[in-house]
Structures are given as structure tokens and as C-alpha cells.
């Protein structure tokens, strides 16, 4: 019986780094926070509206920033 | 002393295998359970909290409309019509004087404001171009342009030094303003207005102004518009 000592010594040893895993892993979800992504827009957008309404060019105007010498 | 038979020593070492295994098995289950949740950190050891603040690309409008009201142009040359000009109670009309009917609140502008906390290129396309916004061929083509200018204020189009918010007129490695006045001559196609618009307060704000030429042949039409789309990217 004696003869089978290292294999359940062995075993032992097995146990013990398989715990240490375990504890490594649990420890370190409880130590560690958890990384929060914050998403920064890279573009943002607005309108605006230009609006005129064109009535009958009926008559002549007097003066004025006429024609399109621009 | 008596010496430990093979048997004994066996049931101690299974013994013990069976006693680590149970011990594992519910230490993890109860340190599962537990919250908040035990840590192997001190209760007297220093701390750090870290923050990144994150670029906020954001802008805002206000007077956002430009309505140049009704306006009749000149029936041999065409009108041009100038936001940045009043048409108020001198009868200004935009620069062609008795064309558009009076409108208060001139002149008039678009006002783009940096909200965020980064700095900003702003651009600015519109959704029609002038042959359709306002039609007409003689004795010119119609034009639609734009210009900006720093808000009084506010002014927010930086400079190259980046200190002085003394805008440049005219863009300079990837600073200034669209100064001049610039023809739309491409609808939904961006135009650059500013280069470096800064999210300072009362540093953060530009003004667009539009000028219309409306030639004489120009179609009747009623509350004719166009929607100026602008866009912030990071600088």
C-alpha cells in the first residue's frame, strides 16, 4: 500500500495548484473593476434654413447693389 | 514509539485529499456569495481613482434661419441680396434698396457655436444649388454664397498661434475662415467654413452669412428655400 504514496502525494500537489488557480482567477475578477468604454462622437451636425421668395421683377428699381458684379 | 501502520497513513492522506477538495469547493461557493465582495486590499492602503475625459465633438445653432422676405428683382439687371447688409428702416432692402420687402431682425446670420470640449473644423453644405434654389438665367446665372465671420461676442475662429482668437480671413495651415464670399456650386458637397473653431467660453462662436444674386428672369416662388447642413469634425 505504502508503494502507492507518491501517486496520491502527487495528486495532492495536483489539487493544490488547481485551488491556487481557481483563487487566482476569483481574485482577481473581485480586485479588478471593470473597464468602461466611453464612445466619443467624431462628428457632430446641425441645420439652418436660408428661405426668400421671389415676386414678379414687375418694375424698375432706382439704385441700388444691382447685377452680378460680384 | 510505535510505529504508524501503512493503512493509517493511507486513510490520513485520503482523508486529507477529501478534506482539501470539500474545503475548496465551499470556500469558492461562499466567497462567491459574499458582497460586497471581500478583497485581499488593505483597509488602510492609498487609492487611485483615474478618469479619461473624452473629446465632446459638439455644436450647437442659433438664428437659424436667414429670410430674406419677398423681394422683386430688378427687372433689366437682377438684385443682389447681402444678409450681412440690413434691411431695416433705412430701406437697405440687403443692398438693393426697394427690392425685398423691410424684414426686422436684419441683417441676419447663422450662428454655429462649439459645444464641446475639442477643437472643431465646421463645414457647411446645402441641399440645393442656385439654379435650383432660385432658377432664372438672364442677364446672369443665379448664384447662392456663403461667408463667415467670427461672432462679435464669442469669436471662436482661431488664428495660427492659437492664443489670440484673431481669426484669419483666409485658411492658412488648417486655420481661418471662409472669409470671402464662396459659391455653392455643388449640392450636399462640404465646404470648409472654419479650421479651428476653439470651445473657449465666449471664444466658440462663428457667424454665416448668404448673399443671393436673383436674376431678372428669376421664376415666381413662394417661401423658396435651401437647408445649409453643417458639420463638425475634430481639428
Redesign the interface.
Known sequence: MLNKLPILLIILVIIFLITSLFSFIMMEKVVTPERVEVKKPQTSTAAGIVQVSIANPGYEKEEGNNGAGI | MEQVS??T??FL??A??II??GG?IVS?NR??QLIP?????GTTTTGKVNV?L????????TD???????????????????SN?SNGTTWQ?W?????CVSIVNSPDN?T?KND?NTNLNISVKTNVIAST??GGDS??GP???FSVKNDSDSPGCNNATGTTWTAQKEFNIGRGMAWN?SNFTVADEDYLACANLTPVANRDSIN?F?????P???????????????????W
Open positions: 501503512d493503512k497513513i493511507m492522506l485520503i486529507a485529499i482539501s477538495i475548496t469558492i466567497l462567491n465582495r471581500v478583497t485581499g486590499l479619461t473624452a473629446n465632446v465633438n459638439s455644436i450647437s445653432i437659424s434661419q436667414i429670410d430674406f422676405g419677398s423681394c422683386s428683382p430688378n427687372s433689366s439687371t437682377g438684385s443682389n441680396l447681402s447688409i432692402s443692398g438693393s434698396p426697394g427690392v447663422i454655429i464641446g434654389f432660385i442677364p446672369y448664384l447662392f454664397m464670399w454665416l448668404v448673399k443671393l444674386y436673383i431678372a428672369d428669376a421664376p415666381q416662388k413662394t417661401d423658396t428655400n435651401a437647408t445649409l447642413t453643417f458639420t463638425a469634425t475634430n
